[in-house]
């Protein structure tokens, strides 16, 4: 018998979908990741950690000009009242925030050690102390004066601020970067100076486009410098979506040390890369051999970065040697631009240069209107009060006698002179040391001031074009405290155009140049030997196979292998396996199609052109430069069909082609009656009854035919010994001259 179902204490069991559950408390899981832990607020550039750590770091009179603070009382405070997280977690970041090579306007004042570029940790927060700075009072400038609401804290005994004044441009400044559920966001740091102007633009005229922004704000500013290659289109298309990326480099200068011999310096590294782990990754390809031009790297740094980077010859190319260490190094690095923020801190969203820039200033327009509202307030209390006292002076006697008797002093003062609550309670409270006569001045004075502040405060809120101004002078006076004449402010990273040289010297450059002598077999095996070797007797084949073809070349050359299908492929030496075996299939490296043979190999030369003859004689001139294949499939260039297949690729090196078929006849004409095609079936060089072609040769006719036999003999033919055998192309031809080699080949 089965158990019964326990049943829970006043209620039967509710029946819910696993799927709808599951998607109500994701979804709430990931609202939560979004708003309140991954991505900033557009307003004040903080996440809700930052922004705690800075509001408690206040309350604990942390201001620029006071003493330090231990870390653990700062973070102790910020997990107890405001962010129930880990201590870890928090004081993360905290050092964060006072790392002057991770902000670029830091907000923490650090005491201690708080890591270095190198990657190493912090101290304990029990050893580190810490301060606001004087961007962090900017931010926090006027959050006492009814600037911004406040909330309850998570366990509702104290408050906090949704967001901060920000008398700042943060976000952009200072940049962000945090992952969330389903969306991220990456803003790199930028110059606060250009962000002013920026900023103004704006204010002056609100729908200027992204181009005449990108004008004042050209890119961003890390803390650690470098060089940005990026192309100003581009800059411009990422401001104006919101999204892209930006190409950072380290900087760097060449270093003289004397009889033609320098040195590389490197002074500046990308954003966020640690200088230790880069350097430990260069002398791993060094190592590795995988970059031939670097003979050694030193760190040399101190309170600066001076990485030394020693080429191996004071022939190379510094350029080409960066270049190279460009492209496999975090030397030059790309960082990305993905300004998804919460818009009004609530919609994440994401936005382009001009929308962020647009709701700060709306943020600082409305800050302005309730510090404001906030001071009128106050002014009009204060007038009130003011108003009070001048009615208790000019009747002293009366307010004295009116205290000292009746019972209910209050109510009778407010009925007898027509006094508010405020003013009756004022005046009870007033000192007898008040009661001078020169006290009266003062009131009419401080009355006469503030009534004058008060109608500038009022016709302020009421004109939009007095606002802005205001803002504008604002936003002023932070471009004066950090604009480009200041040692904060400067602008580090600088900017340079795309590199001159191109991705094939690159390639050449990470290749250390070496001479092979490569070998293919006649079933397709393929291996690269060490030197340029002259005696191939004492290579080893497999069993049945034997030599097709050896040539010399180097590690940097390109090598053509052509299919009897009319293909080019392209094969790089250094890649080759070595000849201590018998090598590989060349068909792992290439796809030659099944049936399908290697005919020739040889080594590249652009500037070089070749004769292309298929087995039916038919053929073209193309340019080497036309052939190279760029994937494994190869390149078509001679278009066979059915049994014909291509034969021969013969070096273009005159003015007259020779041809000899398979029926030993053979035929002179003038390559001018060959065209130049990049891919085709040619035209037909040499007519055959019987048979295909056998041979080919391009050469000179005024120096002459020559050809090789067997025995390494060699013979010439003149223009006149070669009378009866020229003629027009597509011709029969006729039995070779005397002495030519019974193999039907140029070559015997």
């Not at 366990?155 to 970067?177: C, H, I, M, R, W």
């Not at 011999?261 to 966020?272: D, H, K, L």
């Not at 006094?419 to 001078?436: G, H, P």
Request: aromatic share 6%.
């Amino acid at each position: 018998m089965g158990k019964k179902a326990i049943l829970p204490p006043g209620g039967d069991i509710e029946n819910v979908s696993l799927r709808e559950a599951l998607e109500e408390r994701y979804l709430a899981y990931a609202l939560s990741t979004i708003t309140q832990r991954a991505l900033p607020d557009v307003r004040d550039g903080l996440k809700p950690v930052h922004r705690r750590l800075l509001y408690a770091m206040r309350l604990l009179k942390l201001d620029p000009g006071s003493g330090f603070k231990k870390c653990a009382r700062v973070v102790g405070d910020v997990i107890g009242k405001f962010h129930p997280h880990g201590d870890q977690a928090v004081y993360d970041a905290l050092v964060r925030l006072a790392q002057t090579f991770a902000q670029r306007y830091p907000l923490v004042d650090g005491q201690g050690n708080f890591g270095n570029i190198d990657g190493d940790n912090a101290a304990a927060m029990r050893y580190t102390e810490a301060r606001l700075t004087e961007v962090a009072r900017l931010l926090l400038e006027g959050i006492d004066e009814d600037a911004v609401d406040f909330r309850a804290t998570y366990d509702g005994e104290e408050e906090e601020p949704v967001v901060l004044p920000a008398n700042f441009p943060n976000l952009l400044a200072n940049g962000s970067a945090g992952i969330a559920v389903g969306m991220a966001t990456s803003i790199p740091p930028h110059n606060v100076g250009e962000l002013c102007d920026v900023a103004l633009k704006l204010v002056e005229a609100p729908e200027a486009p992204v181009e005449e922004l990108v004008k004042l704000l050209p890119g961003p500013d890390f803390p650690t410098g470098g060089v940005l290659v990026d192309d100003r289109a581009q800059i411009v298309e990422a401001y104006r979506t919101g999204r892209g990326a930006f190409r950072l480099r380290a900087r760097w200068h060449t270093e003289e040390l004397g009889r033609g011999t320098y040195a590389v310096i490197v002074t500046e590294v990308p954003y966020q890369v640690q200088k230790s782990r880069l350097i430990e990754k260069i002398a791993e390809l060094l190592t590795a051999r995988k970059l031939p031009l670097l003979a050694d790297v030193r760190d040399e740094s101190a309170e600066d970065v001076r990485i030394v980077l020693e080429p191996k010859s004071r022939s190379v190319d510094p350029a080409l040697l960066m270049e190279s260490l460009f492209k496999l190094t975090e030397l030059e690095s790309r960082v990305g631009l993905n300004m998804n923020v919460l818009s009004r801190g609530l919609v994440p969203k994401v936005m382009s240069l001009t929308e962020v820039m647009r709701e700060w200033l709306a943020h600082r327009r409305e800050v302005l209107q309730r510090r404001s509202r906030h001071r009128l307030g106050k002014i009009i209390h204060r007038l009130e009060v003011l108003d009070g006292y001048l009615v208790a002076y000019l009747n002293l006697d009366e307010v004295i006698r009116i205290i000292r008797e009746e019972d209910e002093p209050k109510a009778e003062l407010m009925r007898t002179f027509s006094l508010t609550d405020v003013q009756a309670e004022a005046i009870l409270n007033m000192r007898l040391r008040s009661l001078r006569k020169l006290e009266e001045m003062e009131i009419r004075r401080e009355h006469a001031e503030l009534s004058k502040e008060k109608a500038g405060i009022e016709a302020l809120l009421a004109s939009e074009k007095k606002q802005w101004s205001v803002v504008a002078w604002q936003i002023g006076e932070v471009r004066k405290t950090f604009g480009p004449d200041t040692e904060l402010g400067r602008r580090r990273t600088g900017f340079a155009e795309a590199p001159d040289h191109g991705h094939e010297d690159i390639q050449q450059a990470m290749i250390e140049k070496e001479p092979v002598t490569v070998v293919i077999s006649e079933k397709g095996w393929i291996r690269a030997l060490k030197g340029h070797l002259t005696d191939l007797s004492t290579l080893t084949f497999k069993t049945d196979d034997r030599l097709k073809i050896a040539l010399h070349a180097d590690t940097h050359d390109k090598l053509l292998v052509y299919s009897t299908g009319g293909k080019f492929y392209t094969l790089a030496p250094d890649k080759l396996p070595g000849g201590r075996g018998h090598g590989e299939p060349v068909r792992l490296m290439i796809d030659i199609d099944e049936g399908h043979d290697v005919v020739d190999i040889f080594v590249h030369d652009p500037a070089r052109k070749r004769l292309l003859v298929s087995t039916e004689g038919r053929g073209f001139v193309v340019p080497e430069a036309e052939v190279i294949a760029n994937t494994r499939k190869g390149k078509q260039v001679f278009n066979v069909s059915g049994k014909e297949e291509a034969r021969l690729a013969v070096p273009v090196a005159g003015d007259t082609v020779a041809i000899i078929g398979e029926n030993r006849r053979m035929l002179v004409f003038p390559l001018a009656q060959v065209p130049e095609m990049a891919r085709g079936r040619g035209v037909r060089l040499q007519r055959y009854k019987d048979g295909g072609v056998s041979d080919a040769r391009v050469f000179g006719l005024a120096e002459g035919l020559t050809w090789t036999d067997s025995s390494g003999r060699s013979f010439t033919r003149s223009q006149a010994e070669l009378k009866e055998w020229i003629g027009d192309r597509a011709g029969a031809g006729r039995m070779p001259p005397s002495g030519f080699p019974r193999s039907n080949k140029f070559v015997g």
